[in-house]
């Protein structure tokens, strides 16, 4: 999906200035053991970003009002085709100061939920991703930036209450 078009008239506004902004990031993971007693290492859903060519989480800004598992979900089936519900809240953090290649500035309040996969299959479903691809969490890209790496293990611990940086 482009630029949402309350981003739009806001950057008519304000220009490239940094921008303060809600987003969600999934953690998208399923099984892969497929016979009892197998060994198993979940993987997780990764997207090839088209501004840089690192391997990310699917991740988005929020619309205006909408609630933040309802966008998480929308985001993944938006960018993979993938459909997946939350089951967690994995945690909440700030992502790095990001520079675009249109020189437009942000920052995110970064909501990081965890998924299970529902249905479908993984392809490219938008133009903000050159690849999509199912990834053991043990064997991540090397350019797999390490606040997207720390989202999967938030996701990944069983402790019920949400992580957070202190």
């Avoid at 053991?33 to 840089?52: C, F, M």
Wanted: net charge negative; proline share 10%.
């Amino acid at each position: 999906m482009p630029i949402p078009e309350f981003i739009v008239e806001l950057r008519k506004k304000i220009g490239t200035d940094p921008l303060w902004l809600p987003g969600v990031k999934a953690v998208v993971l399923r099984d892969t053991a497929h016979d009892p007693g197998e060994s198993k290492v979940p993987e997780v859903l990764l997207v090839q970003r088209a501004d840089n060519g690192k391997w990310t989480l699917p991740a988005g800004i929020l619309e205006p009002g909408e609630e933040p598992a309802v966008g998480c979900t929308r985001e993944v089936l938006e960018e993979t085709g993938i459909e997946a519900r939350v089951t967690r809240l994995a945690g909440i953090a700030t992502t790095d100061p990001m520079v675009y290649p249109n020189g437009d500035r942000a920052q995110y309040l970064d909501i990081i939920f965890g998924l299970e996969y529902v249905s479908g299959e993984a392809h490219v479903a938008d133009d903000e991703n050159l690849n999509v691809q199912w990834c053991a969490v043990d064997a991540l890209p090397e350019d797999c930036p390490p606040k997207h790496r720390r989202a999967i293990e938030w996701a990944l611990d069983k402790s019920p209450a949400p992580k957070f940086v202190i």
